[in-house]
């Protein structure tokens, strides 16, 4: 990352390792010392909006004055802060049905009604309308389907099923599984004018009956309307005076016909009060420069090397790994992401000593692991123009490499990248693995969003990934000081560029990850999502899951499901959507040069 006459800066240091004029000496980069110190029980797994992320920000800021780095221009303080949901609770959600001139039923048990997390707070009385499953499929995909086509929902109450038809066809639900997250529905439901959301899981449905867990939102604000999730037995007594059940009105959908219309719901008014307690935080990035010392005519005079230093705490937000044994451990995060920190400050301190015609900003986002959320604050409030930044580099999990492979993902977003990256990497000598895909879990997502050329590197995923054992000793200072210098060199070669690399739009994935709120099957694998085989190798299992059960292992690759030829991560997640709990499937994998078979059995996701 910076100027004309390039010279590669070797960081790690050690037999056959060069330290050409400009490098850095260990004892001044100490790379881990800085994981050490980020990994350590101290920052207590440095979650979003806690007293360990302020710790691990002054220890950041600390470091970052030493190599000279400045707050921002017109900015006193390093630290940008955002407000964030930290979790949500019900607070005594209610609903009291009226059907003819019986007795209204009130109902306010758990077991009956609870808020969904992004429901605004309020009450609405109003009539009932069954919309099917709710899902609406956005004009110019594969199929037409809308649950709402030939209803009236406008100031009315719609009542969804979860989850999406169970026998369709299996490439129609794959594609009404992307389309079934319950904050797709509530969108849908809004838009089309109702004043509240009701949903029941269908007796032909994982979970039949059950509530739905109130889970973790971050968003602050709710979703612009009223929505609850309800049991069967409510849902039961709504239909009371309809002419159906609930069971049959499932089994005329569940075939994916678009045609099976919704109906209303005669004789009964409702009225949903939720209340829906939301925790409030703030979180910190930390944003430091390192100003030019030149003021050449250059377009676009900023370089972003970014990481983000939030972890899982003691597991409870984000997604953690850790086993029953393991629960409530701190989890340190040394390699997710304490060594993206460390690439970014030895990256910054070789800058700082070369000259420069552009600023070069140091990043470091919190609310990664919950959303994206530091960096998704610096884009809607930029402290520096988006169309001022000539590039982004994302630095996450580069400290357990394997096979001197680093993997350089998001290279589609310019055609500058492939040239860049073969210079760059002649003297740093890696098995580069280029993936064009910019629509990564990580903070790289964001900044392709926004538009900007963006790189983003990463050593592999590993079975310690979000659990306790993600700790200091395990990480290779060796390798992480040869990615720091990469990333280096390659912001040198960025400031070096008149014209500095053209943003092109990378079209998303047909198969995309399904979220968490679609996905009604558990299997217990762990992808390895930067693997370059043909296939989905396996990161790890977690334990005594359907994998686990079903003896796959780490390492071992999988080529089949249900039928399914397996080719990547998309083909994997896609062929999961169209799998039921309970029912098994085989499974085809290879395990070193052997091919082998196994039945899995997927679980329920709550």
């Known amino acids: 990352m910076k100027a004309r006459h390039l010279l590669f800066v070797t960081l790690a240091l050690g037999a056959g390792c060069r330290a050409p004029s400009g490098g850095i000496a260990e004892d001044a980069l100490n790379t881990r010392a800085l994981v050490t110190t980020l990994a350590s029980d101290a920052m207590q797994g440095r979650v979003t909006g806690s007293a360990g992320e302020r710790r691990a920000g002054d220890y950041i800021i600390a470091q970052l004055e030493r190599i000279g780095a400045k707050p921002l221009p017109g900015r006193s303080d390093y630290r940008m802060p955002f407000e964030f949901t930290a979790g949500a609770r019900d607070g005594g959600s209610s609903m009291t049905v009226q059907s003819n ?24 009385t109003e009539g009932i309308v069954f919309a099917g499953y709710g899902i609406v499929v956005p004009p110019g995909q594969e199929i037409d389907y809308d649950s709402y086509a030939g209803l009236d929902v406008k100031d ?103 045609s099976v219309p919704g109906f209303e719901l005669p ?21 430091a420069y390192l100003p030019a010392t030149s003021r050449p005519d250059v377009s676009k005079p900023w370089i972003v090397l970014g990481a983000h230093y939030d ?4 597991g409870q937000a984000g997604t953690s790994l850790a086993g029953k044994d393991e629960a409530g451990r701190v989890h340190p995060g040394a390699d997710d992401n304490a060594s993206g920190v460390a690439a970014v400050i030895a990256a910054g301190r070789a800058l700082a000593r070369d000259g420069r015609q552009r600023n070069v900003l140091l990043a470091f986002w919190s609310g990664e692991e919950i959303g994206l959320l530091g960096s998704a604050a610096f884009v809607a409030a930029p402290p520096v123009p988006l169309h001022a930044i000539a590039a982004y580099l994302n630095f996450d999990m580069v400290g357990r490499m394997q096979d001197n492979k680093l993997f350089v993902q998001a290279t589609g977003t310019s055609n500058a990248w492939r040239r860049v990256l073969e ?16 629509y990564q879990p990580t903070d790289v997502a964001t900044f392709n969003d926004a538009g900007v050329p963006s790189l983003s590197f990463f ?58 709120g679609a996905a009604r099957v558990f299997t217990g694998t762990i992808p390895d999502y930067a693997s370059d085989v043909k296939g989905l190798r396996l990161t790890s299992v977690v334990g005594g899951g359907p994998a686990d059960k079903a003896g796959l292992e780490k390492g071992d690759v999988i080529v089949e499901v249900a039928g399914q030829s397996i080719a990547n991560i998309y083909d994997y997640t896609y062929a999961l959507e169209t799998l039921k709990p309970g029912v098994g499937v085989k499974v085809v994998y290879t395990r070193g040069s052997e091919r082998r078979e196994t039945t899995l059995t997927p679980a329920a996701r709550n």
């Open 311 to 314: 972890h899982l705490g003691n």
């Open 156 to 258: 009315k109450i719609v009542l969804v099923l979860r989850y999406f038809p169970e026998n369709a066809e299996r490439n129609r639900k794959a594609l009404l599984a992307r389309y079934a997250d319950l904050r797709h529905k509530a969108r849908a439901a809004r838009d089309r004018g109702a004043k509240g959301m009701l949903v029941v899981a269908g007796p032909g449905s994982p979970n039949a009956g059950a509530i739905i867990p109130m889970t973790f939102d971050s968003a602050i604000a709710g979703s612009g309307i009223i929505a609850a999730s309800i049991s069967d037995r409510v849902a039961s007594v709504l239909f009371a005076n309809s002419g159906h059940t609930l069971a049959d009105a499932q089994r005329a959908l569940d075939s994916g016909d678009a």
């Open 423 to 438: 210079r760059a990497n002649v003297p740093a000598g890696f098995d580069l693995v280029v993936q064009d895909d910019p």
């Open 459 to 516: 050593t592999g995923a590993h079975s310690d990934y979000h659990r306790p054992t993600d700790t200091a000793d395990k990480v290779d200072y060796r390798d992480l000081d040869r990615v720091a210098a990469f990333g280096a060199d390659i912001a040198t070669r960025i400031d070096a560029l008149a014209t500095p690399p053209v943003f092109v739009k990378v079209d998303r994935p047909v198969a995309s990850r399904p979220s968490r």
């Open 101 to 124: 001139s019986a007795e209204p039923q009130r109902f306010d048990s758990r077991s009956d009604i609870q808020a969904l997390s992004f429901s605004d707070q309020g009450s609405v």
């Open 267 to 287: 004789k009964v008014k409702t009225t949903i009060a939720t209340s829906v307690i939301r925790e409030k935080r703030t979180g910190s990035n930390i944003l």
